[in-house]
């Protein structure tokens, strides 16, 4: 079976500093894809970043970048420099093959940025 | 820009009335999926269809028929809708490993 795991509900970070969100996988899939998404207060739902699990090198995307430790099935956010725009809610989300290529969700976790 | 388009974004429906809503994207991707959200139970899965005329249940298709017609085009249709479909309904599209990209959202109310 298939699971994406965020033990973190919510954090609050201060303006200007550097927060990292965890989550947790489970596959048994040799091939799979993980994602990051944000979802505004809106509620609109943006796609952050990707990281194939045969690469290894950290997906980097403008102030988001990725801790991919595949032997602990693990993929962390990291954003640097927060802003308060990146007060949201961030889920991490997984895709394989096994799983009909269907988006598995985490949880998510609500970020605070505070000034 | 490519986009995943939801028609209407809110709509209110009394119980028993057949609701539409309509999904499109302009990114020629063969996979769309319908999801709801819920506070406290995140994305759920309603509907995933892998290309035309190609459609899967996904975790909670009871109450909600879909359809594809043309690959751009993907609709969600509650026949007779319950007070208890009070949600807010994602479309989203994407290529097959690729990322999934999401519409606005959808608030239906049925009262």
């Known amino acids: 079976a298939q699971k994406v795991t965020q033990t973190q509900t919510s954090i609050s970070v201060m303006e200007k500093t550097t927060v990292t969100m965890d989550c947790v996988y489970e596959?048994?899939?040799?091939?799979?894809?993980l994602f990051w998404y944000k979802q505004t207060a809106s509620g609109e739902i943006v796609f952050l970043i990707r990281?194939?699990?045969?690469?290894?090198e950290n997906a980097t995307v403008g102030h988001y970048s990725l801790n991919f430790q595949k032997p602990k099935s693990s993929i962390g956010l990291i954003i640097t420099a927060t802003q308060i725009e990146d007060s949201a809610v961030y889920f991490c989300a997984m895709r394989v093959s096994s799983g009909s290529w269907q988006l598995i969700f985490g949880s998510g976790t609500q970020l605070t940025v505070m000034p | 820009d490519m986009k995943v388009t939801q028609m209407p974004r809110y709509l209110i429906k009394r119980m028993g009335e057949n609701v539409l809503l309509e999904c499109g994207q302009d990114?020629?991707?063969?996979?769309m999926y319908w999801y709801r959200q819920d506070p406290g139970l995140g994305l759920q899965l309603i509907y995933i269809?892998?290309?035309?005329?190609?459609?899967s249940e996904g975790d909670i298709p009871k109450g909600y028929r879909v359809s594809r017609k043309k690959r751009e085009h993907f609709s969600l249709i509650l026949d007779s809708a319950k007070t208890n479909q009070t949600s807010v309904y994602f479309c989203a599209s994407s290529l097959r490993t690729k990322e999934v990209f999401f519409g606005k959202g959808t608030r239906l109310t049925v009262v």
């Open positions: 990281q194939d699990s045969y690469k290894k």
């Open positions: 990114m020629s991707h063969e996979t």
């Open positions: 269809s892998y290309d035309v005329d190609s459609n």
């Open positions: 596959t048994q899939d040799s091939s799979y894809f």
